[in-house]
C-alpha cells in the first residue's frame, strides 16, 4: 500500500538522520522526470545531475552546471550516443564540460531520492526528510529499443489513454531495418499506472522506393514519395511554409506569450496547406507532437479535482468512451484535420496526443473515391498551445500494400525476474501493472531474415491505458470543473489563465 511521506523529521536525532541518509543515498536515488523549464525558474534545485535524453543519445551532467536557459553547460560524467549530435571520441571525454540545449532533449531528469525505495531500506529504522517532488507531466510507458549497439528513447506507447474507457492499440515505428535481436524496454518514469494489455512488433516488408507508415487508428499504410506543402499559412493568414515544409525540428508552434497577452485570445489554433495534385489515392502525412504545456494544464486540471479525484478518475475509467471523446475533439486535445472537398471543409480524423518524448509521423489516407481537380488544400486545429507541427507532407496510396507479419516476445522479464508474457501475448483484460515509478519490464525478439530487394519497417504495437496518481498540489476549484463540462473552449481558457497567473516564471526563451 503506497504511503504518501511528508518532509519532516519524526523523532530522529540528527547523527541518526545522517547515518541512514549516508547509507541509503545510492540505493535510495531514482531518476525523476521534469519539465526542463522548471530549471530556469527554480521550480526544481539544481543540486542534482541532470539526465538529458535525445533521439541520437543520451548524457548526464554532474552538478553544479550552468544556465543559459535553454541552453545548460556542465561536467560529462556518462554518455550513450552521440546526444545532439555530440560525438565523444575521446577516452577522456568524461569530464569534459559541454553545453546542451534542454527545450530539445526528449525527457529530462534529475537523480534524486526516490521515497519508495528509502521506505524499504529504512524498514524498522526511522525515516528523517525525504523530498517528493512530482511533476506535472502526464504520460505512458517509455519506449527504448536497443538493435544491439545501444539503447534508445523512441516514443510512449498508447499516449493520451488516460483511463480505462479510452484504452486503445497504438503502432510506435521504431528504428529498426534489418532482422536478429531486438531489446526493448518499458518503463515508468512518472507518478500513474500503467496498464498493459497486449504488446508485440508488426514488421512490415515492402518495396525499397516506398514507405510503411502507422494510421491513428493502429493501422499501416504503405506510400511513395512525400511531396511538400506549395504554401501553408496560420489560422491568423500568417506564412507559416518555413515551418512546416521539412523535417527539421523548425515547428510551427503557438506563441503563448503573445497570445496570453490578447484581450480576447484565440481558443483554437492552427493552419493550413496548400499541395500540387498527385496522381492516386492521397495521404496526408503530419510529423508531430503533442506539447509539455498540454501536459501541464492537464495536471492542473486533475489538481482542480482535489481529493475528489480519485473518485472522478475511477468514473473516467467507466464512463462511455464516446463522451470522453466527443469532449477532448471539442477542447482540442486531440487534433483534428480536414480537407477541402466540394467547396466545404470534410473530416479526415482526428490525431491523438502523441507525448512530449518525440515525434511521431501520422498518416491520414483520403477518402476512397476522392476525385477532386486542382491544387489540395488541408487544415489542421486544436487547442491553444497543445500541438507543435514539424512537416507536412502528401503522398499516394502505392499499388502493392502488403500484410505485415507478426512477431511475438521471446521473453518478457518483470524486475523481480518473473515471467510477463501470459499477461502480454493476447488483449485479454489481464494487464501487465506498472504501478510505480522505476518499475519497467524488459522484452526480446527475434525479428525474421529481411528479403532481398526489400525495405522493413517494424512498429511496436501496444494496447492498454494508464491512470494518473493524485496530483501532488491539489487546487480544487469546482468552478472550474464545471466550466469543464458546460463551456466549449474551456480547456485551452484554463491553461491561458494559468500561464497569466504565472507568465512571470514561466516565461522563457523555450517556453513550451
Known amino acids: 500500500m503506497r504511503t504518501r511521506l511528508h518532509a519532516t523529521l519524526i523523532g530522529l536525532g540528527h547523527a541518526c538522520l545522517v547515518l541512514a541518509l549516508v547509507l541509503g543515498q545510492l540505493a535510495c536515488h531514482s531518476w525523476y522526470p521534469i519539465h526542463p523549464e522548471d530549471l530556469q525558474t527554480g521550480r526544481q ?8 535524453t535525445y533521439s541520437d543519445g543520451r548524457v548526464v551532467l554532474l552538478e553544479p552546471y550552468a544556465m ?18 555530440w560525438d565523444p571520441q575521446q577516452p577522456g571525454h568524461l569530464w569534459q564540460s559541454v553545453s546542451f540545449d534542454l527545450e530539445k532533449a526528449q525527457v529530462v531528469r534529475l537523480w534524486k531520492i526516490n521515497p519508495w525505495k528509502a521506505v524499504a531500506l529504512s524498514a524498522g529504522i526511522p525515516v528523517g526528510i525525504v523530498m517528493i517532488l512530482i511533476a506535472t507531466k502526464q504520460s505512458c510507458p517509455f519506449i527504448y529499443v536497443d538493435e544491439g549497439s545501444g539503447e534508445r528513447l523512441v516514443g510512449e506507447g498508447y499516449p493520451s489513454a488516460i483511463c480505462r474507457s479510452i484504452q486503445r492499440e497504438d503502432l510506435l515505428q521504431l528504428p529498426v531495418r534489418g532482422g536478429g535481436d531486438l531489446k526493448l524496454r518499458l518503463a515508468n518514469l512518472v507518478d500513474e499506472t500503467q496498464y498493459t494489455d497486449r504488446l508485440d512488433l508488426l514488421s512490415v516488408d515492402h518495396a525499397r522506393d516506398t514507405r510503411a507508415l502507422a494510421t491513428m487508428n493502429a493501422q499501416v499504410v504503405v506510400v511513395g514519395p512525400p511531396q511538400a506543402p506549395l504554401a501553408a499559412r496560420d489560422l491568423e493568414g500568417q506564412d507559416c511554409l518555413a515551418q512546416v515544409e521539412a523535417v527539421d525540428q523548425v515547428v510551427w508552434k503557438t506563441d503563448l506569450q503573445r497570445v496570453a497577452l490578447q484581450a480576447k ?44 479525484f480519485p473518485a472522478l478518475l475511477e468514473r473516467m475509467n467507466t464512463t ?17 484535420a480536414e480537407v477541402r ?27 476512397a473515391d476522392w476525385q477532386e481537380a486542382g491544387p489540395i488544400q488541408v487544415r489542421l486545429s486544436g487547442g491553444t498551445g497543445f500541438w507543435w507541427v514539424d512537416a507536412l507532407a502528401l503522398s499516394a496510396l502505392a499499388p502493392d500494400q502488403p500484410a505485415g507479419q507478426r512477431v511475438a516476445i521471446l521473453s518478457a522479464k518483470g524486475q523481480d525476474g518473473s515471467d510477463q508474457r501470459p499477461l502480454l501475448e493476447a488483449a485479454d483484460g489481464r494487464y501487465q501493472i506498472l504501478s510505480q515509478p522505476g518499475e519497467e519490464v524488459d522484452l526480446r525478439f527475434k525479428l525474421p531474415p529481411l528479403p532481398e530487394a526489400q525495405e522493413r519497417t517494424v512498429f511496436l504495437r501496444i494496447q492498454g491505458y494508464y491512470n494518473p496518481h493524485a496530483p501532488a498540489m491539489p487546487r480544487k476549484s469546482l468552478l472550474t470543473l464545471f466550466r469543464m463540462q458546460t463551456q466549449e473552449g474551456a480547456f485551452a481558457r484554463f491553461g491561458l489563465d494559468y500561464y497569466r497567473e504565472h507568465r512571470d516564471v514561466l516565461h522563457s526563451p523555450g517556453a513550451p
Do not use: C
Not at 534545485?45 to 538529458?52: S, T
Open 265 to 308: 485570445p484565440p481558443l483554437r489554433e492552427g493552419l493550413s496547406a496548400t499541395f500540387a495534385p498527385i496522381p492516386g489515392r492521397p495521404v496526408l502525412e503530419v510529423q508531430l507532437r503533442s506539447t509539455r504545456w498540454l501536459e501541464t494544464v492537464t495536471g492542473r486540471y486533475f489538481a482542480a479535482m482535489g481529493e475528489d
Open 45 to 52: 534545485d539544481r543540486d542534482h545531475n541532470l539526465e538529458l
Open 68 to 85: 543559459d536557459y535553454p541552453k545548460v553547460t556542465g561536467r560529462v560524467v556518462e554518455v550513450t550516443g552521440t546526444p545532439m549530435g
Open 341 to 367: 472537398q466540394g467547396g466545404r471543409w470534410r473530416p479526415l480524423g482526428y490525431l491523438y496526443p502523441s507525448g512530449a518524448a518525440g515525434y511521431r509521423r501520422i498518416a491520414l489516407p483520403f477518402p
Open 320 to 336: 462511455d468512451a464516446k463522451d470522453i471523446q466527443a469532449w477532448r475533439h471539442q477542447e482540442g486535445i486531440d487534433l483534428r
